[in-house]
């Protein structure tokens, strides 16, 4: 970033899931506290951080409550919602709640602005009168909107699945646009730096991009850094935001066999 700073960071790491190479959650919670100290170098003053974690029900919620414990170490940051997104998709038993939730704490450092959002819901709940200037008036006359705010429980973002055209084959975490989109556009302002340390599909980068933000991103996984290259590659190029059914490497696949390509074979071997 050569000495910028971001003013907004939203990372979504790995959930220390079996899947992915559970490790003690004293570990797995020393390593947050790595890349949050990173987060706290590169973020301006007034700035804002989201990040995406998963409670495993099954393992006495870990690692989100030990995750919340650690965030109030830094005393730069300060928690200021705690939101819910619903699943169309969920996994359980018939003898559990259906899990369909995912997890995004928000904090704040400095005094960063906001700005208010509204959904495609209607309102349709009336009558929470309220005084102003003498004359009563219902919750309707003095709404901003006709539509409601997403509040911190968001229900009105579908999952990405392969018939929508932002769908990434092989990336197996990729949050829909929408709700980065939300973010983004909430916690900063055209031109603002956003950051992302754990990118993936790049949802993030295409998010930042058709909203003119900077974006400063990274990924361990050379296939995920190659694909979400290919993706803002394509967006420029084409206006997709990613392949549908299709997939980053189809160009390579049809030419084939002949040709070594060591990212292919790596993207392969991992399908
Ligand atoms: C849950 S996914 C992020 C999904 C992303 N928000 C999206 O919409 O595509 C987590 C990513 O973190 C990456 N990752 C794991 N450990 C990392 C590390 N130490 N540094 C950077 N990235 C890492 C994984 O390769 C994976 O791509």
Sequence with gaps: MDGQKAQLAIHDPPYNLVAFGTRSVADFIAWCEKWIETTNASLADDASLYVWLGADQNEGFQPLPDFMLMMRRFKDFASRSFITMRNQRGYG?????????????????????????????????RGYYKDINGKKTENMERSKSKNIRPGNVWVDVQQVFYRMEQNVNGCYAQKPLKCIERLIIASSKEGDAVIDFFAHSGTTLIAAERLKRQCFICDTDPIYCEIMIRR?????????????NGNAFEQELHEVEETEHPVLDLWQWKN
């Design 93 to 125: 038993t018939q003898k559990n709640w259906m899990a369909v939730r995912q997890e995004c704490l928000s904090y704040v450092k400095g005094n960063p602005d906001f700005t208010v959002q509204y959904t495609d819901i209607p309102k349709i709940l």
């Design 232 to 244: 803002l590659e394509r967006l420029r190029a084409f206006g997709k935001t990613g392949w549908q």
